[in-house]
């Protein structure tokens, strides 16, 4: 099955007050030392996996650049990157090529690399199309930015755009988010990701949310029934435009989902490189079903060439992913495939939990088919919780 790469740049040009991933605001003099770190990182990849006992495919249908923001890096260190990995990895064609970017960054120069690389899909870090909700959160683009970089991409025929809005940002109001959202569908953009706040402690935003304070505009933060609302209303409208949900958090135009992010949820193997980029290949041990492995997520530690975190995968564990990754996916699970891998017991101990969520309104089941109901992706971490607490 072919791979998908992940390759993490955590350079930011701001640190959004939301933001809890391992990216920040660091002096352009780190990022060559960090590219070289990288690209060594691709070249050995496959003695890294074979001391892990992965299985390490060397076709590959899907490259994604997150961020942070990596149309920070020079345009020399992007195409560097696209180098390395195809001198090591063998590229189909047709792969999906991402790349994550923040409005505001996408100049004709970084176009004109892109085409070079072949890179054929960008994400739009928009998050709003209010400017003071965006600058509420320390984004630094404007509506017209995202509009500016969406006329801007589709002219140098990269058409395969997404764009990410989060539904609970400060100043946040039901008018206000059905403003962002009637923006994206008139953009035509093929993909959109609506995400709610995450309230945690590894966010500035989100530490002052738990403290009940101001800074950060948190005192203008939406309350959670009024964010679960946005959510509804996003699935509702993007639907009613045709750019239908297919996960929790992704919605698209028919035949435009995100191949990359599908192999998350559906297990398929994927390699990451960089800042605490994850990675899940099949076990060649028979004691296990997979190894996840992820690098550290400090910049310094990680240029450092401290060890990998390592995650040996059981055949309990995996049983436990496949029901709370592949529940994330409108088309949910079939229960007789799972039967097929893992045996007739370990599923049928799963029914209790399955019958238990159905009678709540949780969980549809049709046949060997199950999948969440609206209600259950409200209330997804309440259900996937479950899953993980049962042991066969």
């Known amino acids: 099955m072919p791979l998908g790469l992940y390759i993490s740049v ?10 809890n991933f391992a990216s920040d605001v660091f002096s352009r003099a780190v990022h060559q030392g960090y590219i070289n770190r990288v690209c060594d990182s691709i070249e050995h990849a496959r003695d890294v996996s074979e ?56 100049t004709a120069a970084v176009v004109d690399a892109f085409k070079r690389c072949g890179i054929n899909r960008v994400s739009l870090g928009v998050q709003s199309y209010v400017d003071q909700e965006a600058a509420s959160v320390g984004r630094l683009h404007k509506r017209q930015t995202v509009m500016d970089d969406i006329a801007r991409l589709r002219a140098a025929g ?7 809005l989060i539904a609970g940002l400060p100043h946040q109001t039901a008018e206000s988010w059905e403003y962002s959202l009637e923006q994206a569908v008139a953009a035509g953009v093929p993909h959109v990701s609506v ?70 949820w559906r297990r398929h193997p994927y390699l990451g490189f960089g800042v605490d980029a ?24 990680y240029v450092a060439g401290r060890p990998l975190n390592i995650n040996p995968i059981s055949w309990q564990a995996a049983l436990e992913e496949i029901f709370f990754l592949g529940l994330r996916l409108n088309d949910g699970i079939d229960l007789d495939s799972v039967e097929r891998k893992f ?50």
Do not use: W
């Open 10 to 19: 955590p350079f930011c040009r701001s640190k959004c007050s939301y933001c």
């Open 278 to 301: 994850h990675s899940m290949l099949s076990a060649t041990d028979e004691g296990m079903e997979a190894v996840r492995f992820s690098a550290p997520d400090s910049l310094e530690e």
């Open 158 to 164: 990269i058409a395969d755009i997404n764009v990410d």
């Open 343 to 392: 045996g007739i017991t370990p599923v049928s101990q799963m029914l209790n939990v399955i019958d238990e969520c159905a009678s709540e309104g949780l969980i549809n089941r049709q046949d060997s088919r199950i999948s969440l109901t609206s209600r259950g992706r409200l209330l997804s971490n309440e259900v996937f919780e479950r899953f993980i607490s049962v042991k066969t």
């Open 51 to 106: 001391q892990l006992c992965g299985k390490l495919e060397r076709v590959a249908d899907s490259i994604f650049l997150g961020g942070g923001t990596p149309t920070l890096l020079d345009i020399d260190q992007l195409e560097r990157l696209f180098v390395t990995i195809r001198s090591t990895f063998d590229v189909l064609a047709d792969a999906e090529i991402t790349v994550e970017c923040a409005p505001g960054t996408i």
């Open 195 to 264: 995400y709610m706040l995450e309230v945690d402690g590894d966010s500035r935003l989100g530490r002052e949310l738990i403290a009940g304070g101001t800074k950060y505009h948190a005192h203008f933060v939406p309350n959670e029934d009024m964010v679960a609302d946005f959510y509804e209303e996003a699935c509702a409208r993007l639907d009613a435009a045709g750019v239908h949900q297919y996960e929790i958090s992704n919605f698209s135009r028919d035949g435009r989902e995100s191949r990359h992010n599908l192999k998350y």
